[in-house]
């Protein structure tokens, strides 16, 4: 059985107060009304990241992550965070590649590749983000998009580290425009990155990778997209500024 995580990213939102106060409500009313095995991950600002992980001492079905991670151990990188540095505050995950993060500053195939093992290394949980953008899916291009980022990414990881790794889905042209990929184009790229690792490893590897979906996704629309066969959950963006919407989504595993 796959885990089902639901994990949010709350982007460059929130300051410090603001940001503990919504973990706090989160934590609380997952405690109250989650009923069933699923994982909710906040992925916060660096600058929360060690206060939610002493706030969500206790609470299993909470866990804590980063938004990125530098590939290097340690050095002269001014304004940057270590994968080692995240290990440390107790957080549990990284998102790694988000869009965002390929547009604004640059970050390619092959750095998320170094990435990927540097956080894998320090024994974090990379979030890996593939998607492609709506000029790629306009011109067709998307099966292969998704396929070179994958191969370039983190194919070259050991079926082993394979299956430490989360993946993310992320249409570019739904992540935070309101239009959600329908459940069938999203179904239909869960099972083609599905078999891609089937290819690549196996088949009892592919089975066991969780693959979430994001862009738009919201307490409306995410029991639909969570019912697809190769639909393991979500990353949740401006959602997951809502305790209340974040929770909804969530409990679509209840
Ligand atoms: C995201 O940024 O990963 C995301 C999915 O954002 P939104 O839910 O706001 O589209």
Known sequence: MRKKIVAGNWKMNLDYNEGLALFSEIINMVNDEITGTQQAVI?????????????????????????????????????????KMIKSTGAAYVILGHSERRQYFGETNALLAQKTDTVLKHDLTPIFCIGETLQEREAETHFDVIKTQLVEGIFHLSAEDFGKLVIAYEPVWAIGTGVTATSAQAQEIHDFIRKEIAAKYNQAVADATTILYGGSCNPKNAAELFAQADIDGGLIGGASLKSRDFLDIVKTFN
């Open 43 to 83: 992925c916060s600002p660096f600058i929360h990241i060690h206060s939610l992980v002493q706030l969500a001492k206790g609470y299993h079905k909470v866990a804590v992550g980063a938004q990125n991670a530098h590939q290097a151990e340690s050095g002269a990188y001014t304004g940057e965070i270590s994968a």
